[in-house]
């Protein structure tokens, strides 16, 4: 690879950087610290930065959320303590899913077969029901299906359907759930 070839002129950042400079200051102050801020405070931040958020979810400290525009959160979710969500593009959370401790969901990275690194994007979706435990990892372009259970410390680079257990890296379905 030749980084000196590296180049984000085509990607869209999906705000202004006026926008993105007043959301980096509003997650300094009020998602990537240790203070105990109610939920209910960073559901309205996302909000006022273009998150679709959903009633009663949960937002643990020191959360890290790139781009809150390219968010959708559904109905009693729960993102604990460092979750990193790097949202590059589009991550859906939908309904009734625990994203646990230090877990990473990853929308972007790179082309290690191209000279020039170049970034790739695609849209991450966590599907009703499912659980992504502590310290997994969940790479561009997944869909968890809907109950499945991604098991701590997994790192999942493909769909799954759902009701999958899925621990390993790389992970793999070990049964179907019920």
Not at 66 to 72: A, G, K, S, V, Y
Request: net charge positive; with cysteine.
């Amino acid at each position: 690879m030749d980084l000196s070839q590296y180049s984000v002129a085509h990607f869209d950042r999906g705000a202004s950087r006026f926008k993105e400079m007043a959301w980096v200051f509003v997650k300094c102050l009020f998602f990537q610290t240790p203070w105990p801020w109610p939920s209910a405070l960073r559901v309205f931040f996302l909000r006022a930065f273009g998150a679709t958020v959903g009633r009663g979810v949960v937002i643990r400290a020191n959360v890290n959320i790139t781009f809150p525009w390219r968010l959708i959160v559904g109905d009693h979710v729960w993102l604990g303590e460092e979750v990193t969500i790097l949202s590059l593009a589009p991550v859906t959370i939908e309904s009734n899913v625990c994203v646990s401790q230090r877990a990473y969901l990853c929308a972007g990275s790179h082309d290690f077969r191209s000279t020039a690194f170049d970034l790739q994007t695609k849209p991450i979706t966590l599907r009703t029901g499912c659980w992504v435990a502590a310290q997994a990892f969940i790479g561009l372009g997944v869909e968890v299906g809907a109950g499945s259970l991604i098991s701590a410390g997994s790192v999942l680079l493909e769909s799954v359907p759902p009701r999958s257990f899925v621990r390993g890296n790389p992970a793999v379905i070990v049964k179907t759930l019920p």
